[in-house]
């Protein structure tokens, strides 16, 4: 007569497709338990489940929470439990488990329990050494600059070298962000590439594009427990300086990077209140205006916290664009470019301070403390100084394409014709970046004595340059 066993599997590492692990387990275990005289009635099954993570495994407490209790077969026992505070579970629930390698333990038994304990303490001293090597093993790698990933990050193989499709889209990424793109529609066109975040089964979110836009990887540097290595092989994606500015602009609070949809108005968030006085910025909504049959619906700018500022949206924004493309047109629009030699220079001034650090840092056990102190400490606070240059570099991308530089001298700048072409070929983002970096834009009250009409709006908003 068959005898009625539950069976168990777990496989903890993803690597190789951890399905096939488990059914594998279960195959060779339905072929034991015929041998045997055994029939499996449930399989209870966590594939890429770690046994020490500490994360729920939903197979097994299924198994302990079921009722009658049946014996349990294993592949092998740390199959079932690796660590001692779940060994102490399964005794508490007195099991009786078959494994197919490490034999029959009877857990309502004194002796039972006690090679549970055994064999479970033994495992877990495994699980030590095997972490123990692993940390040794990439503490080397580091050493020698080599990237000591477990999995394979999105722009790079696994030996540092690039990824040539997902590194170009990481370089067009930190372009647009320098240019003034949110993270939304970077994350809307790399969803729509199909190239897929770490996360299994995840699509790219803006969370998930500033995570990977802000790892020091893509632009070649390699960190290791937070310090960074002075060697590394792993291929830069971008340059430093350009990594930097996007650090420098990803990391501004004011910056929402947590989500929603692409903005739908040019100055919403960036337009002052006039009244308020306290950092209150305008946004866009819509209102009924004038009297009797010429009262209509405008879409308007109104103060964020009480309705006491309005102006109609058409207007404000036609005079801003004029006003801005008519800086970009003018004598003092190069001025904006000035900061890229700054940040090339800022750039190198910190390569070649991390490089004299490095060799002082070698040297550091044959100096004193405060010999290397005294030595160390003017060229670290130089380097912060080079690195806030680096991160402040950003702004001329934000107009590339509209102010050009020329041979050794600034060229022609473009006509208004040209600029208004190109203006209407930017996406939102772009202009919404250009005239935040370009203006301070404040929009004083209306009196009641004021017309809803375009000469009031000119009156009432204030631009001053950055």
Known sequence: MLSEVVAYA???DDKEREQIGVANQIAELQSWCAARDFVIVEEFLDP??????????????????????????????DRLARVSRDMERVLGAELVVYSKNT??????????????????????????????????ANAARAAKGLPYWRRRPVGHNMDGTLHAEEASLIKRAVEDVLEGASLGSIARAWNASGVKPPQAGKEWSNLRVRELLIQPRIAGVLVYKGERMPKSKVAPIVTEAEWRAVQGILSDPSRNNAGGGPAATLLTGIALCGLCGNG???????????????????????????????????????????QTLLFLTSQDAPQVLEDTQAAKEAAA?????RERLAEYEALSGQLRAAEYLRITAPMRTELEAAEEA?????????FAGLVE???GKWNALLGLAEAHEKWQALSMDRKRAIIDATWKVT??????????????VKAKTVLERR
């Open 103 to 136: 034999g029959h333990l009877d857990l309502s038994t004194i002796g039972g329990r006690m090679a549970a304990r055994i064999v479970t303490a033994t495992a877990t001293a495994e699980v030590e050494i095997k972490s123990e090597r692993a940390r040794m």
């Open 443 to 456: 929009l004083l009250p209306r009196t009641p004595q004021d017309r809803w009409d375009a000469d009031t």
């Open 349 to 353: 001034k910190a390569a070649d301070l």
């Open 390 to 398: 680096m991160r402040k570099s950003n702004r001329a991308a934000v």
């Open 405 to 407: 530089p020329g041979m």
């Open 48 to 77: 890429s489940v770690s046994a020490t993570s500490g994360k729920v495994r939903p197979g097994f407490e299924a198994l302990l929470a079921r009722a009658p209790r049946l014996p349990v077969v294993v592949w092998n026992l």
């Open 280 to 322: 209150n910025t305008m946004h866009g909504t819509s209102a009924y205006l004038g009297r009797g049959d010429k009262r209509e619906l405008v879409k308007t700018y109104r103060c964020h916290s009480a309705s006491h500022n309005r102006h109609i949206r058409e207007y404000v924004d036609g005079y801003v664009v004029d």
């Open 10 to 12: 777990r496989v903890s």
